[in-house]
């Protein structure tokens, strides 16, 4: 019987708790609100200082940082820290410039339509930058034209007075220039450009140097930067630099001794010999051929190229990814994916045991692996999206043990800025169940393990009451609804319950991993290991919140898609073909998160809708065991 005094105690114990949490983010929305108003009281303040602005597709924060210490030669200079360029991050450099300033540049990000319109209104620039436009934020846009559309406000929001430097070798950047009423700075290498670049030289360990013309006389242009396509970010700098009244030989001057920005073809090396190119801020499908071009001309001793998430491609993942891999391939030595959709580049290995090519869904397992696969003389390139992989936790773990591996943790900031990262068994520090030394790379010795002597029949799940009768457990509820129909008894194991089966006559393994479900994949590959079976003879049975409740759909390989459970257990057992039972779990009509329902337990009438499920996943089990020239005796008992 319920207590009402308890309840009551309980709800107050509540409220208590979350008067930090309160507290906290109302003191945030407060500090935004303020940053705001300080930016609009101070910019109409501040008419001695010139305002640039500087948006583009890439090129942003290179193009930034080495303006800055350009227009450090005429005084103090503010600025946007790091990649920040969100309008509220635009809002308190604004905020923060003072009246002995003499220039303040603004990185503008432009992600969806209209977006940019108030950074135009709280920046007011005088000086505006547009260096490229490619497939970043296409889903929102829709198609290049409208990409350039928003980020040419930037440049038409220009005073007659102001200066529009704009790459004249893009032709819709070039075509936002032509419509320009102010002065124009072109830059590039097509005939006209005001800074007309002739030449761009960048061979590792060589750093980059520049041939370009500015008014009929030849300059060479030293920097500390590496890659040509870093050349784009040079030659805007210096025309800012022209704008506001540098001198072209003290812009040269200034640029030489600039640093290489984080995360942006960034050199870092270690105590042991290997050197990392840092590439790893993003990676649109479009960036990925510079880089590679960069490494397949290195001087090096070996070559290799870590990818990890890649963004703004039109084709199916499972396409995109063997073709960047064969890229990758005519460039590396080595090529290592990381992440949910590594193991779809295998599709390229030149044969089942082609050392050339690994995959890692999991970055820790990579990390490991990486312990002791490179050697002094390598060149290693990380490539990937930092929000999704932080990949550069691969090249801190050589320094000092990484504690942090969490996947997608949405913290945009690098991992050497983040406190968590060294925490033993923080909040972030995922453990797996089995040492990661017996989590074996995809692609390496998969192909030589034995065939099973029976097949074994996985449900997906939480251990645990709390856990029976939530919709993520729907594949234990599978399993019980087979082990029923087979009369099997349900026994305890190291690896979780278990049970001996015979299904249409063929003895089966059933598994109910006692890990968490996102975890389970050591698990499991313990148990088909311990009964001499691998993922061929393996069928996982689990929740799918893309299939309507009552519904049951058999896939036979492919990705997880978005499922961690069959991400863990592709990790651990080195490839995705695996047949899963996928058992539907969303009501009709339900627009939910599946994180508001996955976990809180079914309804009593969402259980009855699951029986002719449960039943249809007994069925489609038994199919995948049966010949298929064969009709499965099981299928036709259940459906007579």
């Known amino acids: 019987m319920l207590d009402p005094v308890a309840i009551v105690r309980e709800l107050r114990q509540r409220r208590l708790a979350a008067i930090p949490w309160a507290i906290d983010a109302l003191r945030r929305r407060v500090g935004r609100v303020k940053a ?5 009281l101070n910019r109409p303040r501040r008419r001695n200082v010139t305002f640039i602005g500087i948006t583009g597709s890439a090129g942003k924060t290179t193009t930034k940082e080495l303006s800055v210490a350009i227009l450090k030669a005429r005084g103090s200079c503010q600025s946007t820290k790091a990649s920040h360029n969100e309008h509220f991050e635009i809002a308190q450099a604004i905020a923060g410039v003072q009246r002995t300033d003499r220039s303040c540049v603004i990185e503008m990000s432009a992600s969806r339509p209209g977006y940019l319109d108030y950074s135009i209104q709280l920046v007011r620039p005088s000086i505006g930058v547009l260096t490229l436009i490619a497939r970043d934020h296409y889903r929102s846009f829709k198609s290049l034209e409208a990409i350039a559309a928003e980020k040419g406000k930037l440049i038409r929001s220009l005073p007659d007075d102001g200066v529009a430097i704009v790459n004249i070798d893009d032709p819709l950047v070039r075509a936002v220039g032509e419509s320009c009423t102010c002065r124009v700075i072109w830059i590039g290498r097509g005939e006209g450009a005001t800074l007309r670049l002739h030449d761009a030289r960048s061979r590792w360990p060589e750093p980059l140097t520049l041939d370009l013309e500015y008014e009929g006389r030849r300059y060479v242009v030293p920097t500390q930067l590496h890659g040509t396509q ?4 040079v030659v805007a700098a210096l025309a800012v630099g022209i704008a506001a009244g540098v001198s072209i030989d003290e812009a040269i001057a ?6 290489s920005q984080s995360g942006r073809m960034e050199i870092v090396e270690g105590t042991d010999g290997v050197t990392f190119l840092r590439d790893d801020w993003k990676a649109p499908y479009w960036s990925l051929a510079a880089p590679l071009a960069f490494l397949k001309e290195a001087r090096a001793g070996r070559r290799v190229a870590i990818l990890g998430t890649i963004s703004d491609y039109s084709e199916k993942a499972s396409k995109i990814y063997p073709k960047i891999a064969r890229q990758a391939l005519a460039s590396a030595d080595l090529v290592i994916f990381v992440g949910p959709h590594a193991f779809r580049a295998l599709k390229s290995r030149r044969d089942p045991d082609d050392g050339a090519l690994l995959a890692f869904p999991e970055i820790r397992d990579a990390a490991s692996h990486l312990r002791t ?49 060294y925490v033993p068994g923080g909040p972030r520090g995922e453990q797996t169940s089995i040492p990661i030394a017996a989590v074996q790379p995809l692609g390496a010795g998969a192909a030589s393990r034995s065939r099973a002597s029976c097949d074994v029949i996985v449900g997906l799940g939480n251990p645990g009451a709390a856990f029976d009768r939530t919709p993520h457990n729907a594949g234990h509820l599978a399993l019980d609804a087979l082990a029923a129909h087979c009369g099997s008894a349900w026994q305890q194991g190291d690896d979780g319950l278990f049970a001996d089966a015979t299904l249409d006559g063929k003895p089966v393994k059933l598994l109910k991993p006692a890990a968490a479900m996102n975890k389970c994949g050591p698990l499991v590959k313990r148990f088909l290991d311990q009964h001499a079976s691998d993922a061929a003879r393996c069928v996982l049975v689990h929740d799918d919140v893309d299939i309507v409740l009552g519904d049951v759909r058999l896939k036979r390989d492919g990705g997880d898609a978005g499922h961690r459970g069959v991400r863990s257990v592709i990790a651990a057992l080195g490839t995705g073909e695996i047949r899963r039972v996928r058992v539907g779990v969303r009501r009709p009509g339900d627009a939910r998160q599946a994180t508001q329902f996955v976990l809180r337990d079914f309804e009593d009438a969402d259980l009855v809708a699951l029986r002719p499920a449960l039943r249809k996943s007994t069925e489609i089990v038994a199919s995948c065991l049966a010949p298929s020239a064969e009709r499965s005796p099981v299928a036709s008992s259940l459906q007579s």
């Open 230 to 233: 870093q050349a784009l970010s």
């Open 373 to 421: 696969a490179l050697r002094p003389g390598d060149l290693v390139l990380l490539k990937g999206s930092n929000p999704a992989d932080h990949l550069i936790r691969l090249w801190l773990d050589r320094r000092e043990r990484v504690e942090c591996w969490r996947e997608r943790c949405g913290l945009a900031k690098f991992c050497d800025r983040c406190a968590q990262l």
């Open 254 to 259: 200034r640029v030489a001794t600039a640093a």
């Open 36 to 40: 705001y108003a300080s930016a609009h």
